[in-house]
Nanobody, 119 residues
Framework: QVHVVESGGGLVQAGGSLRLSCVASGSIFSITAMGWYRQTPGKEREWVATITDGAVTNYRDSVKGRFTISRDNAKNTVYLQMNSLKPEDTAVYYC?????????????WGQGTQVTVSS
């Protein structure tokens, strides 16, 4: 069994910063990619950023230059540093951890953490 827990969300004014954390624990032998997604009411969940086990990062265009994803492999933890936040960044942010199961990557999700950016 795998547990994924996000933290660090909150209320911040536009232009401010937040740092999200996500810890994976449990039956973990090999984590490949870790990533962040977000979702607002009535919309589909959208991808925000990913970091591979080789520390290769990718971002959606709207957050490039403002968000930074990083990971601590020893702690099975991924972070999302969010700077210059905008009201449109308001969403529930979810962490996804991809773990190899018999050679096949399986995604595990957390419960999400709310980020609210006021104008």
């Amino acid at each position: 069994q795998v547990h994924v827990v996000e933290s660090g969300g909150g209320l911040v004014q536009a232009g401010g910063s937040l740092r999200l954390s996500c810890v994976a624990s449990g039956s973990i032998f090999s984590i490949t990619a870790m990533g962040w997604y977000r979702q607002t009411p009535g919309k589909e969940r959208e991808w925000v950023a990913t970091i591979t086990d080789g520390a290769v990062t990718n971002y959606r265009d709207s957050v490039k230059g403002r968000f930074t994803i990083s990971r601590d492999n020893a702690k099975n933890t991924v972070y999302l540093q969010m700077n210059s936040l905008k009201p449109e960044d308001t969403a529930v942010y979810y962490c996804a951890t991809s773990i190899l199961r018999q050679g096949v990557p399986v995604n595990y999700w957390g419960q999400g953490t709310q980020v609210t950016v006021s104008s």
